[in-house]
């Protein structure tokens, strides 16, 4: 089977394709998605493919994105409702958390909310502070809703069409740093290929260490697990790929084996997936702890704009290879 | 105060009567009666149940006085359309035939309430009657309801959905972003603006700079239909009906409904007790319009003596708000475990559990 490195906004534009082709019901929204061809280009030739009936120019207004995709939803139809970056999903927190996540559950079950949020996602190249944030753990928060971040192209294109498919809210967040990474997809990939909600995934093998991560903090962990593995430290490295629901079977099969973990994450280190994940680890798994629980966030602080304390400010490999060294 | 009663008389929409359209037939009259009745002893009930602390909660927010706004109005649909609304939600929810015992059962939150008592007064809601529910964070519901008009305009459909919203909420960003949406997409919306005075305690002239709510529409290009009284249940009706063939074959199109609240904004105010010009006010409001006996006034005046018929749908609200509160206190209440977990999410295949899988919730 051909094998193609495929950057990662293209695996999600395909998939967005396809669904659209499949399924009549699912129609994109958005800021700039139409005519100016997604801002960041994932609905590139939509337009010209799908028409504007489903392929929506919004007026730049998250409340109403956010709450008119739940309605239409709720109605029959599959929005997949984009916002152009995360950041500016704070402004529909209250249509993602108390109505998409919600609707559901406070009329018993008599309405589906088969809708997908997609959001681009974290900082970098000095975007500043309102617009540097990887928050997808405030939206785990909500029960109702899943979160989905995928780190890779076969991963986003497996993940989105689950998303699209089910019939559950999906917050889909997209690293902007991964839009023009490649990855390896097979050519003949079969359109139905899904990855089920909630299913992590081993990206590396290794018994020394267990490194949870999802997104980009993936990336981190497995350069810090290539540069740990000529110290003769073999991490392992597992991307949950799903903020909600979370797979944490995957993690304490690892742990049972490595009993060490360090948690890498793009986001805040307050009230956060790593502590999500120690708090967890500790109750279960405390038999099998052999070290403290590590954690490795972005600094607790507003994100500033000039370049050299903005990387101080930010998770890499060096300071996820650090925290492994301290509790070898 | 914003509006007396002597002002709304004035100022309120002049209504063409001309039209057949717009000249409800007796029965009609009748049925209209018979809802509004239906209403008003079914909301002082859930006062007095208040009261009597049979129903509990924080939140219940009562459609007395408000009644010809949604009878009226919901008479100009047909069957297929849509319904969405805040959380003064129960007048709505029998105008469009939701039984009474299921509505009452969740009031008590109890398992066979309309929304198995996970919602409560303020999440009515039924899927049969098109009735997409009663929302409780103000101006929430109005993105979802350009979404509900969405889906009639993706699929050709020309059905079209009514929503209501409080004077309050015309404030807030939801119905800005919302009301320009359904413009620029052409949304078959009838945006109506349920004006009683007051956003829970603040009076609108000290809310809102442009105090004819109505004409907030023109900011957004959308056509205005203008000021109704709404405890006149014809002239609403006949407003209504031209906005809805206006929305079918149109786009959006606003209402405002100029009305008052008998009980405050939600139970727990003891506004009219704690001071003497609200109490004033509101014996003003019910002497000179009073829905109901607006509506009684014009049977009466064109049909002659229906006492007979007017007196039976009294008679009938008596009871069935009676046997409402019987069958909802006889009935049980969610306890188990699963009843607490359930429908949180759509159970789905692909979804992967396992049992240390956290946060999908179950089946």
Same mark, same amino acid.
């Given at each position: 089977m051909a094998v193609r490195n495929i950057a990662m906004r293209e695996a999600i534009r395909r998939a967005l394709r396809e669904e659209m082709q499949r399924d009549e019901n699912v129609f994109v929204m958005g800021e700039e998605v139409a005519y100016w061809q997604g801002t960041h280009r994932v609905t590139r030739g939509f337009l010209e493919e799908f028409g504007e009936r489903r392929v929506r120019d919004t007026p730049i207004s998250e409340m109403a994105i956010g709450g008119l995709a739940v309605g239409a939803a709720m109605a029959g139809l599959r929005p997949v409702a984009e916002f152009m970056t995360i950041n500016f999903a704070f402004l529909a927190l209250d249509a993602i958390a108390n109505h998409a996540a919600k609707v559901r559950y406070f009329f018993d079950g008599m309405f589906k909310v088969p809708l997908?949020?997609? &959001? &681009?996602?974290?900082?970098?190249?000095? &975007?500043t502070a309102s617009h540097s944030h990887a928050p997808e753990p405030i939206f785990a928060h909500f029960p109702g809703i899943f979160v989905g971040c995928p780190s890779n192209s076969l991963d986003a294109y497996g993940m989105l069409k689950t998303s699209i498919r089910d019939d559950n809210p999906v917050l889909f967040s997209e690293s902007i740093a991964l839009y023009p990474k490649p990855s390896p997809m097979p050519d003949d990939l079969d359109e139905d290929y899904l990855i089920p909600i909630g299913k992590g995934d081993i990206k590396r093998q290794g018994a020394d260490v267990t490194l949870v991560a999802y997104a980009r903090g993936v990336d981190w962990a497995l350069q810090a697990a290539r540069q740990l593995a000529r110290d003769g430290v073999e991490a392992e490295v597992i991307d949950l790929r799903w903020l909600r629901p979370l797979d944490m079977a995957l993690v304490y099969e690892s742990f049972k084996k490595t009993n060490r973990c360090v948690i890498v994450e793009e986001s805040l280190p307050m009230y956060s997936f790593g502590g999500e994940i120690a708090a967890n680890l500790q109750e279960r798994m405390f038999d099998y702890m052999d070290a403290p629980i590590k954690r490795v966030a972005a600094e607790d602080v507003p994100l500033p704009y000039s370049k050299d304390i903005e990387l101080l400010a930010l998770p890499n490999a060096q300071k996820v290879v650090d925290a492994v060294k301290e509790i070898l | 105060m914003v509006y007396s009663p002597t002002e709304m008389e004035d100022q309120t929409a002049v209504v063409d009567e001309g039209k057949a359209m717009d000249s409800p037939s007796k029965e009609m009259l009748l049925d209209w009666y018979r809802q509004m009745v239906l209403i008003r002893q079914f909301e002082e009930t859930c006062h007095q149940?208040?009261? #009597? *602390? %049979?129903?509990?909660?924080v939140y219940l927010h009562l459609y007395s006085g408000h009644e010809a706004s949604g009878v009226g109005s919901m008479a100009a649909l047909r069957k297929s359309d849509h319904v969405i609304t805040a959380y003064r939600d129960h007048g709505i929810a029998l105008i469009l035939g939701m039984d009474p015992k299921a509505v009452m059962a969740e009031m008590m939150g109890k398992k066979t309430g309309s929304s198995g008592g996970k919602g409560g007064s303020m999440h009515l809601a039924s899927k049969d009657h098109n009735f997409w529910g009663g929302y409780a964070i103000v101006g929430g519901h109005l993105p979802l309801a350009a979404g509900i008009a969405l889906e009639a305009r993706y699929r050709g459909k020309d059905d079209v959905t009514m929503t209501y919203v409080g004077d309050g909420a015309t404030n807030n960003g939801y119905f800005h972003e919302s009301l320009n949406m359904s413009a620029i997409w052409e949304l078959p919306v009838i945006w109506i603006i349920e004006n009683n005075g007051y956003g829970m305690g603040t009076e609108v002239e000290r809310a809102s700079g442009q105090v004819e709510l109505h004409r907030k529409a023109e900011a957004y290009g959308i056509k205005s239909f203008g000021r109704v009284d709404a405890q006149n249940a014809l002239e609403v009706y006949a407003v209504a009906s031209k906005a809805v063939e206006y929305a079918r074959a149109n786009g959006p199109a606003v209402i405002e409904h100029v009305t008052y609240r008998y009980r405050g904004h939600g139970v727990s105010d003891k506004q009219y007790d704690a001071r003497d010009d609200m109490s004033a006010e509101l014996k003003e409001w019910v002497e000179r319009r009073e829905p109901i006996k607006i509506l009684r006034d014009c049977i009466e005046s064109k049909y002659g003596d229906v006492g007979e018929i007017l007196? *039976?749908? #009294? +008679?009938? +609200? *008596? %009871?069935?708000? +009676?046997?409402?509160?019987a069958f909802a206190e006889a009935s049980e209440l969610p306890s188990s475990y699963q009843d607490l977990l359930q429908n949180t999410y759509v159970g789905s295949e692909l979804v992967y559990k396992t049992d240390d899988s956290i946060g999908a919730g179950i089946d």
């Amino acid at each position: 089977m051909a094998v193609r490195n495929i950057a990662m906004r293209e695996a999600i534009r395909r998939a967005l394709r396809e669904e659209m082709q499949r399924d009549e019901n699912v129609f994109v929204m958005g800021e700039e998605v139409a005519y100016w061809q997604g801002t960041h280009r994932v609905t590139r030739g939509f337009l010209e493919e799908f028409g504007e009936r489903r392929v929506r120019d919004t007026p730049i207004s998250e409340m109403a994105i956010g709450g008119l995709a739940v309605g239409a939803a709720m109605a029959g139809l599959r929005p997949v409702a984009e916002f152009m970056t995360i950041n500016f999903a704070f402004l529909a927190l209250d249509a993602i958390a108390n109505h998409a996540a919600k609707v559901r559950y406070f009329f018993d079950g008599m309405f589906k909310v088969p809708l997908v949020y997609r &959001a &681009a996602s974290g900082w970098g190249n000095q &975007a500043t502070a309102s617009h540097s944030h990887a928050p997808e753990p405030i939206f785990a928060h909500f029960p109702g809703i899943f979160v989905g971040c995928p780190s890779n192209s076969l991963d986003a294109y497996g993940m989105l069409k689950t998303s699209i498919r089910d019939d559950n809210p999906v917050l889909f967040s997209e690293s902007i740093a991964l839009y023009p990474k490649p990855s390896p997809m097979p050519d003949d990939l079969d359109e139905d290929y899904l990855i089920p909600i909630g299913k992590g995934d081993i990206k590396r093998q290794g018994a020394d260490v267990t490194l949870v991560a999802y997104a980009r903090g993936v990336d981190w962990a497995l350069q810090a697990a290539r540069q740990l593995a000529r110290d003769g430290v073999e991490a392992e490295v597992i991307d949950l790929r799903w903020l909600r629901p979370l797979d944490m079977a995957l993690v304490y099969e690892s742990f049972k084996k490595t009993n060490r973990c360090v948690i890498v994450e793009e986001s805040l280190p307050m009230y956060s997936f790593g502590g999500e994940i120690a708090a967890n680890l500790q109750e279960r798994m405390f038999d099998y702890m052999d070290a403290p629980i590590k954690r490795v966030a972005a600094e607790d602080v507003p994100l500033p704009y000039s370049k050299d304390i903005e990387l101080l400010a930010l998770p890499n490999a060096q300071k996820v290879v650090d925290a492994v060294k301290e509790i070898l | 105060m914003v509006y007396s009663p002597t002002e709304m008389e004035d100022q309120t929409a002049v209504v063409d009567e001309g039209k057949a359209m717009d000249s409800p037939s007796k029965e009609m009259l009748l049925d209209w009666y018979r809802q509004m009745v239906l209403i008003r002893q079914f909301e002082e009930t859930c006062h007095q149940l208040y009261e #009597e *602390k %049979r129903i509990t909660g924080v939140y219940l927010h009562l459609y007395s006085g408000h009644e010809a706004s949604g009878v009226g109005s919901m008479a100009a649909l047909r069957k297929s359309d849509h319904v969405i609304t805040a959380y003064r939600d129960h007048g709505i929810a029998l105008i469009l035939g939701m039984d009474p015992k299921a509505v009452m059962a969740e009031m008590m939150g109890k398992k066979t309430g309309s929304s198995g008592g996970k919602g409560g007064s303020m999440h009515l809601a039924s899927k049969d009657h098109n009735f997409w529910g009663g929302y409780a964070i103000v101006g929430g519901h109005l993105p979802l309801a350009a979404g509900i008009a969405l889906e009639a305009r993706y699929r050709g459909k020309d059905d079209v959905t009514m929503t209501y919203v409080g004077d309050g909420a015309t404030n807030n960003g939801y119905f800005h972003e919302s009301l320009n949406m359904s413009a620029i997409w052409e949304l078959p919306v009838i945006w109506i603006i349920e004006n009683n005075g007051y956003g829970m305690g603040t009076e609108v002239e000290r809310a809102s700079g442009q105090v004819e709510l109505h004409r907030k529409a023109e900011a957004y290009g959308i056509k205005s239909f203008g000021r109704v009284d709404a405890q006149n249940a014809l002239e609403v009706y006949a407003v209504a009906s031209k906005a809805v063939e206006y929305a079918r074959a149109n786009g959006p199109a606003v209402i405002e409904h100029v009305t008052y609240r008998y009980r405050g904004h939600g139970v727990s105010d003891k506004q009219y007790d704690a001071r003497d010009d609200m109490s004033a006010e509101l014996k003003e409001w019910v002497e000179r319009r009073e829905p109901i006996k607006i509506l009684r006034d014009c049977i009466e005046s064109k049909y002659g003596d229906v006492g007979e018929i007017l007196a *039976k749908h #009294e +008679a009938d +609200a *008596k %009871r069935i708000v +009676a046997e409402s509160v019987a069958f909802a206190e006889a009935s049980e209440l969610p306890s188990s475990y699963q009843d607490l977990l359930q429908n949180t999410y759509v159970g789905s295949e692909l979804v992967y559990k396992t049992d240390d899988s956290i946060g999908a919730g179950i089946d």
